[in-house]
């Protein structure tokens, strides 16, 4: 079986950084995922990591380390508009499904 | 733009009928996606397909079947309605050899 556990809730203030761990336990791994999900909203892919290290894409990064089953979402910058449901997600097989974690809430305040 | 649709944003329906979920995707995918999504549980996987008339199980596929006849359509089938499937539906697709799935915009379900 697989299972993630992440953080049910980070809070944090506009401009400030913040990180969402994601530790996981999988038979078989090919990558780690994260989406964005607004309150009443689709999810929405923001990275996926493959191999060890940082990957940015803008105020965004996401880093993997395949050692430590761990991986984390780092935030920068942050706005009001990033106030939503984190969710990690486990590719374990040669097929594209995904194992989701159950979401970290971030509430970005003024 | 990547577009998936679903039937319906929301449908109640009584306990015991059947119940059909559309999914409908515009970019060519292979690969279809149904999931459930319930506060503190995360979304979990249901059934999924890479191909047309392809289908596999997913995490939860009790009480559930699918069909995939056209390669722009699955369909999600609750054979006889339950109160504990009441939940929100989230369709998806990908495209082989990428890793991002596209959401469509949900389901919320409720059985009575």
């Known amino acids: 079986g697989q299972s993630l556990e992440q953080p049910s809730e980070v809070t944090a203030v506009e401009g400030a950084i913040v990180q969402i761990n994601c530790t996981y336990q999988t038979s078989g791994f090919y990558g780690l995922s994260w989406y964005q999900q607004h309150d009443g909203g689709a999810p929405t892919f923001l990275s996926y990591n493959a191999l060890d290290g940082l990957e940015e894409t803008g105020r965004f990064s996401s880093f993997l380390s395949r050692s430590d089953s761990y991986g984390y979402l780092l935030l920068q910058e942050l706005q009001m508009k990033d106030s939503a449901s984190y969710f990690c997600a486990v590719r374990g097989s040669g097929y594209s499904t995904l194992t989701f974690g159950k979401g970290t809430m971030l509430l970005v305040s003024p | 733009d990547v577009k998936v649709t679903q039937s319906s944003r929301y449908l109640v329906k009584r306990t015991g009928e059947k119940v059909f979920l559309e999914c409908v995707q515009d970019?060519?995918?292979?690969?279809m996606f149904w999931y459930r999504q319930d506060p503190g549980l995360g979304l979990r996987l249901i059934y999924f397909s890479y191909d047309v008339k392809m289908k596999e199980k997913g995490d939860i596929p009790e009480g559930y079947s699918v069909s995939r006849e056209k390669k722009e359509r699955f369909s999600l089938i609750l054979e006889s309605a339950s109160t504990n499937q009441t939940s929100m539906y989230l369709c998806a697709s990908s495209s082989v050899g990428t890793e991002e799935q596209y959401f469509g915009p949900g389901t919320r379900l409720t059985v009575t």
């Open positions: 970019m060519d995918h292979e690969n």
